[in-house]
């Protein structure tokens, strides 16, 4: 399901230039003109992401911000502003907006921007589903009950009530942010603000930009002051994720950072103290990349001293049923699929594998074999198609055909036409065509309503 964005702006041109950048990125997008317009729309859709200029008619999008926040409670917003005073944006994140952009504003660091507060917000609600699975600590949100993961559960619960800066080393997928969160959750500092910055996904001319903020005409185009991540950090923490990719002339200033808590915006003499504890994250090998002279060893020894190595997934593998029932219950409400169960015989193909990719390519796995899967059960003849990239062979030689669409629409047209075969092998009957899809009749029900599809014009 694409995730939904609401953008309020009165200004057409503009708006329409959003929808066809971010709709081009795979997002859905809904409008409104005014503030209160927004509101409404918040409170009755179910968005992801809220943009939203300061200046409309009527009401104002800083008196709009307490409204969105009742009508659509965690939904972050991101604030437009190209009229007010230069201290407007901060104002919005004072008043909890998530981040802020003065126009104009590139297009590209406003997609960073967005997939960044996305990645958050995907986070944030599996964060709220492990919850309803039972959690009570933060610590439980962290799926596994292995040796490594129990040893690393108790240095996450010491470093966090600790006031120390953070280094987290680990291979790709192994879950670093997620432990980056549960950190700042579990320390005192857990009700300031997290916010987070992805050293490699920065074009290099934006990042200290990003990092520290800059004076009004540091360069071409910067019209005003714009407060950096540190400066929005106040009070809480900061990540600083794929810190291995930082550039190698930016180091120094970052030390700075970590050693003083203070440093000069772009195009500033004076510098501004920082109150934030510092979270970084990496999946290289610092000491191998200061050998080769991309990262330099004092700012490496300064942070490497409250250090989590996070297990890769194939020295966990007896964690891997409970990752997998957690995984599927989340592909079932992505794709509106009704499984229920894994294979002994499937799980046997999962544990034989090393999983170079750690949990996120294991989660990638469960997903692509459930969308594979048209019975209550996966089996390994999925996890075999999920593996090899396979085209599904189905039903009556149905086949998911080649197609240029969206992979979103092309799953749909498939779904509809596995749903159309079954109606017509049972006469209409949707208790027999539900059953030989291996889902309940309401499932059915659901689809054919969402297809807007009528069971009697296949009944014989």
């Known amino acids: 399901m694409a995730e939904k964005i609401l953008i309020v702006d009165d200004d057409r041109a503009f708006q329409g230039m959003l929808v066809e950048a971010l709709t081009d990125k795979g997002y859905e997008i809904d409008t409104a003109p005014t503030a209160e317009d927004g509101i409404t729309k918040a409170g009755a859709g179910d968005y992801d992401l809220i943009l939203h200029d300061i200046k409309l008619p009527g009401m104002s999008g800083l008196e709009a911000l307490p409204h969105l926040a009742d009508a659509a409670p965690g939904v972050d917003v991101i604030v437009m502003t190209g009229y007010a005073s230069k201290d407007s944006g901060v104002q919005a994140m004072q008043h909890g907006a998530y981040d802020y952009f003065t126009k104009p504003f590139s297009l590209s660091e406003m997609e960073v921007v967005v997939r960044r507060a996305m990645e958050k917000r995907r986070m944030q609600l599996e964060l709220a589903e492990l919850k309803k699975r039972g959690s009570t600590s933060p610590l439980h949100d962290i799926i596994g009950q292995s040796a490594p993961m129990q040893a690393i559960k108790k240095r996450i619960a010491r470093v966090a009530e600790l006031n120390a800066d953070v280094l987290i080393m680990g291979e790709t997928g192994t879950g670093k942010e997620l432990v980056s969160d549960t950190i700042h959750a579990m320390s005192t500092r857990g009700k300031g603000p997290f916010v987070k910055l992805n050293c490699a996904a920065i074009p290099e001319n934006l990042i200290e930009s990003e990092l520290f903020g800059h004076e009004k005409g540091a360069f071409t185009g910067a019209t005003s002051v714009k407060h950096g991540k540190f400066e929005m950090a106040k009070g809480g923490s900061i990540l600083l994720d794929e810190l291995g990719e930082m550039p190698m002339h930016l180091q120094p200033k970052i030390l700075r950072a970590v050693e003083q808590k203070q440093a000069e915006r772009l195009g500033g003499a004076k510098p501004v103290k920082y109150d934030v504890r510092i979270i970084a994250a990496t999946n290289l090998d610092l000491e191998e990349r200061i050998a080769q002279g991309h990262f330099r060893s004092d700012l490496y020894y300064r942070l490497n001293v409250a250090t ?92 998911l055909p080649e197609t240029s669409l969206p992979l979103k629409q092309a799953l749909i047209q498939y779904e509809r036409s596995l749903i159309e075969n079954a109606l017509r092998l049972t006469g209409g009957t949707q208790t027999d065509a539900a059953e030989s899809l291996g889902i309940s009749a309401k499932n059915l029900w659901n689809k054919l309503k969402k297809h807007g599809m009528d069971p009697a014009q296949f009944k014989a």
């Open 308 to 399: 989590l190595i996070l297990p890769p997934l194939r020295e966990r593998k007896t964690d891997l049923p409970e990752l997998a029932d957690f995984f599927l219950d989340r592909a079932n409400r992505r794709l509106g699929t009704d499984i229920s169960a894994i294979s002994a015989d499937a799980m046997e193909i999962f544990f034989n594998y090393d999983w170079p990719g750690n949990i996120r390519q294991f989660a990638n796995a469960v997903e692509r074999a459930a969308i594979f899967c048209t019975s209550s059960v996966i089996t390994p003849s999925e996890v075999d198609q999920a593996f090899s990239n396979k085209q599904p062979q189905k039903d009556a030689g149905l086949s």
